[in-house]
């Protein structure tokens, strides 16, 4: 069955980075595209981009560039989310969800939480 | 910068029918804007229900149906259900990137 399964919790100070993990499982890791999408306290959901995966290439909302890469690594079938700078702003829990060519989302990650603390 | 604008709350009785919509600042929402809409449940990761306007998912509930409605895209519950209860977010793909509308947030009551 398909899994997206991200990684622990994190404690952060202000001015620091933080590197999430999605690893997925039980499909084709080359032929879908993966979504990072945070969510602040009792905010709604934001979109912060997309990897294609297959590419290596990625496409980052506006607010986002010069502060957000996205990687992945084939030989495990993960992606990583790396926020950089971090403010108290960007405590959220961060999601990865997954997306077939064309608009077809499905499957999301269990949701990682991080918070910016100093 | 798309906004994405949806009803902030609605309340329906158990058993009825209930629409959600989503529009789009830059005009009328078309199938190109791939609509997708969410669920989630206090607590818990949102829920894909619905892509590309009206396609339903293996473990989307049969009451849930998606559609255009005017120059918005549409939720429609019928039957409602207790377990219905819930925040539903809209998704839009609009000028290159994807944006989310502030969510509806649904009482059963």
């Known amino acids: 069955q398909v899994q997206l399964v991200q990684s622990g919790a994190e404690v952060k100070k202000p001015g620091a980075s933080v590197k999430v993990s999605c690893k997925a499982s039980?499909?084709?890791?080359?032929?879908?595209?993966i979504h990072w999408v945070r969510q602040a306290p009792g905010q709604g959901l934001e979109w912060m981009g997309i990897?294609?995966?297959?590419?290596?290439?990625?496409n980052l909302a506006q607010k986002f560039q010069g502060r957000v890469s996205m990687t992945r690594d084939t030989s495990t079938s993960t992606v990583y989310m790396e926020l950089s700078s971090l403010a108290s702003e960007d405590t959220a829990v961060y999601y990865c969800?997954?997306?077939?060519?064309?608009?077809?989302?499905?499957?999301w990650g269990q949701g990682t939480l991080v918070t910016v603390s100093s | 910068q798309t906004v994405v604008t949806q009803e902030p709350s609605l309340t329906v009785s158990p058993g009825g029918t209930v629409t959600l919509t989503c529009g789009s600042s830059t005009g009328a929402v078309t199938s190109g804007y791939f609509p997708s809409w969410l669920q989630q449940k206090a607590g818990q990761a949102p829920r894909t229900l619905i892509y590309?306007?009206?396609n339903k998912h293996s473990w989307t509930p049969a009451r849930f149906s998606g559609s255009l409605l005017g120059d918005k895209a549409a939720l429609t519950l019928s039957g409602v259900q207790p377990e219905d209860e819930a925040e539903y977010y809209c998704l839009l793909y609009s000028g290159g990137s994807w944006v989310f509308g502030g969510g509806t947030k649904l009482t059963v009551l």
């Open positions: 969800a997954r997306e077939a060519e064309g608009g077809y989302w499905d499957y």
């Open positions: 990897i294609y995966v297959s590419y290596d290439t990625t």
């Open positions: 039980g499909y084709t890791f080359t032929n879908y595209y």
């Open positions: 590309k306007t009206n």
